[in-house]
């Protein structure tokens, strides 16, 4: 938002310490502790979008969004609602399960899918799926709480002995290249669109893209604009996809049904996906957005790759035009404040464990 004129933003948040909060690009931060009732949280967005005359209201997580389609009736100006898809398309979108019944229904390609259930942990001659299997819960992101399973009786054990607290699926695992295709969209047709091809990931299994390779491919931004199209989808959308090498066709894994993590890669490739979204909700028309294949790396994946090539200081080039380092030197406070945290919390806790030990 920073890259955007004319642009005030007001940051309301449950979190009081969050180091967005010090960003010199917000103009009021607005703290409100965690309500029990959604009503309370929708009065005082109604009380600040009146106080402050709040042009767009934009709801950022999956809570937020879930929470404001379901009671946009309780909006006082609920046409300055942010361009959302309906609680329907909204469902299917953010639920694993009907996704993939979703995908099949349309005749889209995706993992053969099945929702866990004890049944399946108890009989393996019900189980009609090939291993190696993942188990993912249904409420996670970024690859959090996925499980791979290589036979039924590590399967079985693992939930015998850990439970089955959650809600999960289990889908085939597919060996393959890691894509995203962002998008935004009005009523099932896409506006603005790139897409990403994961090159560098965390250590953990599963994780978010860390550095990804900008790229142009028609058979997925096909398949990409039939999805869209078939959810009648409304706003941004991250739809992560497989490209199963060995059978040269794309699956669909899941739809993150809000901004993503890397949203600063896609505007360093052209593509300004919050400021569009606000045009929108401003009933101002969306002009083609070319985007550029070029290649990106967040900071953590920038210190990966100065630890395997220390001559990366040299590469300025790289690191101003590949990386998110101009913006947090223009705005630097929230990164310093989340440094000083960090610290702060490992000096907790290693307190704390020496009073364990003692």
Known sequence: MSQSKNIRLYVMS????????????IHRFLYFP?????????ANINSVTEKYEIDVIMPIWETAIHT???????????????PLPTLHDFTIASN???LAEHLHAIGISGPNTVPLTLELIQGKDQLNLNFPLLAKPLKSGNGKGIVKFEDHETFAS?????????????????????????????EGDILAFTIQKGNL???????AQMGMDFVHNDTLFQMAKKLMKSLNWTGVANIDLLFDVKNEVFHV????????????????????FPNLLIQMALKKSIEPQPYKDITYVNLEGLTQYWKKDKALIFKTRFIWQSTPIKFRI???????????QQGKNNFLQKIKSIFRKT
């Open 201 to 207: 990931w965390e250590s953990t299994p599963f994780s």
């Open 158 to 186: 693992y939930f015998k002995t850990n439970g089955l607290h959650q809600s999960y699926i289990l889908q085939e695992f597919i060996i393959g290249e890691d894509f995203c295709c962002n998008v935004l969209c009005l």
């Open 14 to 25: 449950t979190k009081k310490d969050m180091p967005l909060r010090y960003s010199r690009h």
């Open 330 to 340: 223009s705005d630097p406070i929230p990164i310093i404040f989340h440094f000083l």
């Open 34 to 42: 965690e309500e029990n009732s959604e009503l309370a949280w929708i």
């Open 96 to 98: 694993k399960a009907l």
């Open 253 to 272: 894994l899941e739809i993150n049904p809000r901004f993503w993590n890397s949203l600063t890669a896609s505007l360093m490739a052209g593509v300004n």
């Open 68 to 82: 404001l389609i379901q009671h946009k009736n309780l909006l006082q100006n609920s046409e300055k609602l942010a």
